[in-house]
């Protein structure tokens, strides 16, 4: 199966290639420019290549009957109807181009998951987004796919709550518009995510059935998980980022304060660093120790002229100068023209 690839403005889009990183930003903005303005800042300063944000109206992504998720209750520490809640963190339309003018500054890429369905994806096109976010809870909205889909432009769509056959069709129903630009996010959705629950191998599994590169969507917490994922190889890595945990909001606690971001992507840099290159070959800085430590074919111990050579006969030892191991068989049988002495290396002039 060969995979597709595309770009992201100059980020190549591949599996075990670059890891292109969003930093989440979300609701953490608290409904306040400010905020907002400094989450852009933070994702620049930690190393992302893109900062995304949650566009809705309250009344667009919840009825009045909807309930809280549970995390929501207990990262709020209080219940109240999921409208009242996505109220308060709402991105008024004012902030969009300050936001996005601040991302043009700080050479971050810009853009949002159009969580309030069809009007949401209506105002970020106004303002020319270039990729869009699906989430979790939208995986299985067709209308949204419909909408999206005949863009054209690049979707990252997350699978959290999701089986492998709802992944497959969504995948299938907006390919079946021309549109190929696709990433595909391994996700549990839970705030934090457990350790056990994170399931990685499931990700090497969308690896291998779809032909669009899968990446990495980490509510877990540390840096391992994202660590672990980049060894195998995902495209994208998505992660939550706040300004401080101590915020209120509903994301806050399960998001990677400044210190912790920065170290994850660090971490995600080295992890490719230490993978390294396919080609097993010795590294520059090895070659120099290669005649010190490797062996040559010496005698086991003195031995007067005329002695018969056996196997028993013949050792490897540092250094490496001599005449490799390799060819001891050629010397087993040998008769010696001279006297030779213990962990003399042998020389083909040694014998008759």
Request: proline residues 4%; charged residues 30%.
């Amino acid at each position: 199966m060969i995979k597709k690839t595309f770009r992201i403005k100059n980020h190549l889009i591949k599996e075990g290639g670059r890891v292109f990183v969003i930093a989440e930003a979300g609701v953490n903005h608290n409904g306040r420019l400010d905020l907002a303005l400094r989450l852009v800042d933070m994702a620049a300063e930690i190393g992302a290549d893109a900062v995304k944000f949650q566009t809705f109206r309250a009344e667009e992504l919840a009825t009045e009957k909807a309930e809280m998720a549970e995390y929501q209750k207990k990262n709020l520490g209080k219940s109240e109807s999921q409208r009242a809640m996505l109220k308060k963190l709402e991105l008024p339309e004012e902030f969009y181009r300050p936001i996005i003018k601040r991302c043009k500054e700080k050479g971050i890429i810009f853009f949002s998951t159009p969580h309030g369905g069809k009007k949401s994806v209506d105002l970020l096109e106004s303002l020319g987004v270039e990729l869009y976010k699906i989430d979790s809870g939208n995986l299985t909205n067709y209308v949204l796919f419909d909408k999206l889909a005949r863009l054209k432009k690049p979707i990252i769509l997350s699978t959290g709550m999701a089986t492998l056959k709802e992944v497959v069709d969504a995948v299938k129903f907006i390919k079946s518009y021309g549109n190929n630009k696709i990433v595909v996010l391994h996700c549990t959705t839970n705030y934090p995510c457990k350790p056990d629950e994170v399931d990685l191998n499931a990700m090497v599994t969308l690896m291998k059935k779809l032909d669009v590169p899968v990446g990495y969507s980490d509510h877990s917490e540390g840096n391992q998980v994202a660590t672990m994922a980049s060894a195998l190889g995902m495209a994208v890595y998505e992660f939550h980022i706040t300004l401080d945990k101590k915020m209120p909001g509903p994301d806050q606690v399960a998001s990677a304060d400044p210190i912790e971001a920065k170290s994850r992507i660090d971490a995600i840099r080295k992890s490719a660093l230490i993978m390294g290159n396919p080609i097993k070959r010795p590294r520059k800085s090895e070659k120099q120790y290669i005649k010190m430590v490797r062996r040559s074919l010496v005698y086991s111990r003195d031995f007067k002229k005329g002695k018969k050579i056996t196997f028993e006969d013949i050792e490897g030892k540092r250094p490496g100068n001599g005449i490799p191991t390799l060819y001891f068989k050629n010397y087993v049988g040998k008769v010696l023209k001279k006297s030779v002495k213990l962990d003399q290396q042998i020389s083909n002039s040694d014998f008759k």
